[in-house]
């Protein structure tokens, strides 16, 4: 693992100086002897996981830098990286900054790795939403979500307060199906109100009957944070949208 590669460089850099340093002075030999060298076998190296201390603290790094790769960050000091475990384990001493810089720092870079790694998602779906709103049918909202009419009911449309039944197909722009009522069987009962943002806009627009395409900024999707694997940050989503029934609020 890289978290142990500074170690290993810093002991061979030690040894090789060390040995520079204790050479002899080249004097010539008396008299010509010959010697045959047998060349010492390297040391075996020790296991590293030695004992249950050793496999917690892999398992913990192990579970660390798939966490911050997650997040998009590639590259950290492991020196600094190791101090600060060790600084907040201890509780002695003086740690190098306090708990509320230490969350400042992290959100700030979090930030700032995390809109570099959706940069090239964003723009994708800029473009295609730029291509999709000349297509026939397609409406766009001001908010730059847009909508196309598959077919149109002729029931009530739902107040944001009102429990929706529906069936849906949620796909990404490269036609990855991240999830799908259909292939359930059965249909979505749900508060409006706690639906996606580019929902709330377009569904009450929809009397129930209607089937609806819907396609979704991240911004009014799932943001740059994205939700789970499937969907990265800064996804723009296409859904299809079956509005099978309005539940109204009781008053």
Avoid: C
């Amino acid at each position: 693992m890289r978290i142990f590669s500074f170690v290993t460089v810093g002991l061979l850099a030690a040894t090789v100086a060390t040995a520079q340093s204790s050479k002899p002075a080249v004097k010539k030999p008396a008299a010509k002897t010959t010697t045959t060298k047998t060349a010492a076998k390297p040391a075996a190296p020790k296991p590293l996981l030695r004992n249950g201390i050793d496999s917690l603290s892999y398992a913990i790094g192990l579970n660390i830098g798939g966490n911050m790769q997650a997040q998009g960050i590639e590259n950290l000091s492991y020196i600094a990286l190791n101090k600060g475990i060790a600084d907040a384990m201890k509780k002695n001493g003086t740690p190098l900054m306090d708990d509320n810089t230490a969350n400042m720092t992290i959100q700030q870079k979090l930030q700032e790795y995390m809109a570099k790694k959706n940069g090239a998602v964003k723009e994708e779906g800029r473009k295609f939403l730029a291509e999709n709103k000349k297509q026939a049918g397609v409406v766009e909202l001001p908010s730059g979500v847009q909508y196309k009419i598959i077919t149109q009911g002729t029931g009530p449309k739902p107040l944001l307060e009102d429990t929706i039944k529906f069936h849906y197909k949620g796909t990404r722009l490269d036609g990855f199906v991240f999830d799908e009522s259909y292939k359930r069987g059965e249909p979505v009962i749900y508060p409006l109100n706690q639906l996606i943002e580019g929902w709330k806009q377009t569904v009450v627009l929809m009397p129930a009957g209607s089937k609806w395409q819907l396609f979704i900024p991240s911004d009014y999707g799932y943001g740059d944070r994205g939700a789970g694997g499937d969907i990265p940050g800064g996804a723009t989503l296409v859904f299809e949208l079956e509005l099978l029934e309005v539940i109204p609020v009781k008053k």
